[in-house]
């Protein structure tokens, strides 16, 4: 079992920037696939970037390339999200996942079903 603890959002102004932090409870994430999600009111959770197990391979959805950046430490105990020039379609509720991977360090996964482990969510607003 893993636990994600995330951190880092709140409330911006539209062009500002916020990095979302995550951290597995008691462990690191060496062996895990990471991706972030996000899910805004009325809406399904969607996809937002992943990156792979061995940290070589990053993938982003349309609306955010060039804006978010996915990367993970040296140290291999944390997962960040940079987010800059945030824009108010931007604001949703922010989610960690993690995916046991036994073998290969080269992959992305896209899909809700594709994670085992989710954190509790953060909070981004971005205000015009």
């Known amino acids: 079992q893993v636990q994600l603890v995330e951190s880092g959002g709140g409330l911006v102004q539209a062009g500002g920037s916020l990095r979302l932090s995550c951290v597995a409870s008691?462990?690191?994430?060496?062996?895990?696939?990471m991706g972030w999600f996000r899910q805004a009111p009325g809406k399904e959770r969607e996809f937002v970037a992943g990156i792979s197990r061995g940290g070589f391979r990053t993938y982003y959805t349309d609306s955010v390339k060039g804006r978010f950046t996915i990367s993970r430490d040296n140290a291999k105990t944390t997962v960040y999200l940079q987010m800059n020039s945030l824009k108010p379609e931007d604001t949703a509720t922010y989610y960690c996942?993690?995916?046991?991977?036994?073998?290969?360090?080269?992959?992305?996964?896209?899909?809700?079903?594709?994670?085992?482990?989710w954190g509790q969510g953060t909070q981004v607003t971005v205000s015009s």
């Open positions: 008691g462990r690191t994430l060496s062996n895990y696939a």
């Open positions: 996942s993690a995916k046991d991977v036994d073998y290969g360090t080269g992959y992305v996964y896209t899909g809700v079903s594709d994670y085992d482990y």
